[in-house]
């Protein structure tokens, strides 16, 4: 079973500080590893999806990286704005099921 | 991206009631869809893959007979949650694939908050 770890599970910046998300997985053999975001009581917004044979993906402010061999992802938002501040969960498939990590919650601070 | 819809947002029943959540893939066909469940402070936790036109695969720990799904179409699948009990209290989402996108990438929907009182 994949299991999948986010460190650090909180993370406080000010505006403008590039922020580091975290994410760890288990099993190597995963599908893809999809990054999302949450606002408070509110459902998830993609915002990257990896595939298996990919090394990184990229969207405007935001990249995420993959590294199978090691088992880890990393998701990186350059120069963070106050409406970053949200918790960040990454998820892990293996069979279109997917496995999801505790989340970071960021706050940037104006 | 594709859209899912959750219906309702909110919900507060009474103990012992049942409540009925809508999930819809609005502009895409999911032959399947994933059931979650997230309590507050926690990840989320997947309950059941539900598959159009057969039976929903419940995970461990997972009481069929309390959740119960249906996925009659292409694009709704539904989660009743009977008898319901303030345990039962939850943030109940759900997902859709689809396959368009470059890749298999999974949508999700609003949520829904339940709260048995």
């Known amino acids: 079973k994949q299991e999948v770890t986010q460190i650090p599970a909180a993370l406080s910046v000010p505006e403008g500080e590039n922020l580091v998300l975290n994410c760890s997985f288990t099993?190597?053999?995963?599908?893809?590893l999809q990054w999302f975001r949450q606002d408070p009581g509110k459902g998830l917004t993609s915002l990257l999806l990896?595939?298996?044979?990919?090394r990184e993906q990229t969207s405007g402010r935001l990249n995420a990286s993959l590294d199978k061999s090691s088992g880890r992802s990393t998701l990186y938002i350059a120069a963070s704005q106050p409406g970053d501040s949200a918790t960040y969960l990454c998820?892990?498939?293996?069979?279109?099921?997917?496995?999801f990590g505790a989340g970071t919650t960021v706050t940037v601070r104006a | 991206g594709a859209v899912v819809s959750q219906h309702p947002s909110r919900v507060i029943c009474k103990s012992g009631t049942s409540v009925k959540i809508e999930c819809r893939s609005l502009?895409?066909?999911?032959?399947?869809m994933f059931w979650y469940r997230q309590f507050p402070k926690q990840s989320l936790m997947l309950m059941a893959t539900?598959?159009?036109?057969?039976?929903?695969?419940?995970e461990q720990g997972v009481e069929k007979d309390k959740f119960l799904i249906n996925h009659a179409s292409l694009t709704l699948s539904t989660l009743t949650v009977t008898s319901a009990h303030p345990e039962d209290s939850s943030f109940y989402i759900c997902?859709?694939?689809?396959?368009?996108?470059?890749?298999?990438?999974?949508?999700f929907g609003q949520g829904t908050r339940l709260t048995v009182v």
């Open positions: 997902s859709a694939t689809s396959p368009g996108t470059g890749g298999t990438e999974a949508f």
């Open positions: 099993d190597s053999a995963i599908y893809n």
């Open positions: 990896i595939q298996s044979s990919q």
């Open positions: 998820a892990g498939g293996g069979d279109y099921k997917l496995s």
């Open positions: 502009d895409f066909q999911a032959t399947t």
């Open positions: 539900s598959n159009e036109g057969s039976k929903a695969t419940y």
